[in-house]
């Protein structure tokens, strides 16, 4: 815990702060040209993502009332697209995640997701918009960073839409428990993972109506051996549904009070998203670590300012 995060290359951070504000200002404007709302992030709540990892935990009492610092706004997203139809945040999270995810070079403890979501979508409408989210943001950064991407030396090849899918029991039968870091060492584009078991995810994710036991949901995984890109799927809207899959996980209703209390007055299905912008980043210049894209990383582990 005394071991301090290493002194800064401000030259590599000034590059890939400059492809930060690329990508930053290409989604904002890419999403509302496609009618997306921008809401504004949420930064603590009374539910936020029980995520499917052991992650510390950051909840606090104010006012007699137990809060959370946002793990994701995933709960949030489907609320508001209620009747917001069409919305988009960039999303700081907080995940204290444990010591030994500082050596994947791809775990912050915070971060920013651009996190979507969208009303009666299914799970092929949002990987279409990804697709054109990341062909669009790679050949963005190679027509406005290309001083950046040559001082970095990194040569980026805009990937054709639509990007290979492989099904998750596949992918683990052929190549084990390790598949998402071989096969992302082994591919040159993205590709998705789709259709994860149950018991791999959180409860929010749709079950298949037609493949029991298996969801409707979508991990976007970068080639070159850079890991997972963004995951999301269509959500589970039925009350009877969310209640069954929150037993099923173990989980107390009372942890996701006002999220339940909601879903009861009836929610329309909707889809969506999480792109997170600091892996994204990582990607585009090339980098071996997460924490090289941004100033003040918190590194899972190390003492952070
Ligand atoms: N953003 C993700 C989604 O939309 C959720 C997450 O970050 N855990 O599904």
New binding site residues.
């Given amino acids: 815990m005394k071991e301090v995060i290493e002194p800064l290359n401000r030259d590599t951070l000034r590059y890939a702060l400059r492809i930060n504000g690329t990508v930053r200002a290409y989604f904002s404007a890419f999403l509302r040209e496609q009618g997306y709302l921008e809401i504004p992030p949420v930064i603590y709540s009374t539910a936020t ?1 029980p ?1 499917n990892h052991p992650v510390f935990d950051t909840s606090f009492e104010y006012y007699g009332e137990k809060y959370s610092i946002t793990k ?1 706004m ?1 709960f949030h ?1 489907q609320i508001a697209v209620q009747y917001l139809n069409k919305i988009f945040a960039f999303s700081p999270n907080v995940r204290l995640e444990t010591s030994d995810r500082a050596s994947t070079g791809r775990h912050l403890s915070e971060f920013t ?1 651009i ?1 979507i979501e969208c009303l009666k979508a299914s799970r092929d409408d949002m990987i279409s918009l990804a697709e054109d989210m990341i062909v669009g943001v790679i050949a963005e950064v190679k027509e406005k960073n290309k001083t950046e991407l040559n001082s970095l030396k990194r040569t980026l090849n805009v990937p054709k839409k639509p990007f290979v899918r492989i099904r998750y029991e596949d992918a683990f039968r052929e190549y084990g428990k390790q598949f998402e870091d071989l096969l992302s060492a082994k591919m040159t584009a993205p590709f998705w993972i789709i259709d994860i078991p149950i018991k791999e995810r959180e409860f929010y994710d749709r079950e298949d109506p037609n493949n029991e036991g298996f969801l409707l949901d979508m991990d976007l995984i970068y080639p070159e051996g850079f890991g997972e890109a963004s ?3 269509e959500r589970e809207f039925e009350i009877e549904k969310i209640l069954k899959r929150v037993k099923l996980k173990g989980q107390s209703t009372d942890q996701f009070k006002w999220f339940i209390e909601a879903a009861s007055g009836g929610l329309l299905p909707s889809a ?3 792109i997170g912008i600091e892996r994204l980043v990582r990607y585009l210049c090339g980098f071996p670590r997460i924490d090289m894209v941004t100033p003040f990383p918190k590194i899972p582990g190390k003492l952070s300012i």
Wanted: aromatic fraction near 8%; charge should be negative.
């Fill in positions: 993502d995520l994701s995933i997203k997701q996190d995951s999301g799927g969506g998203f999480g």
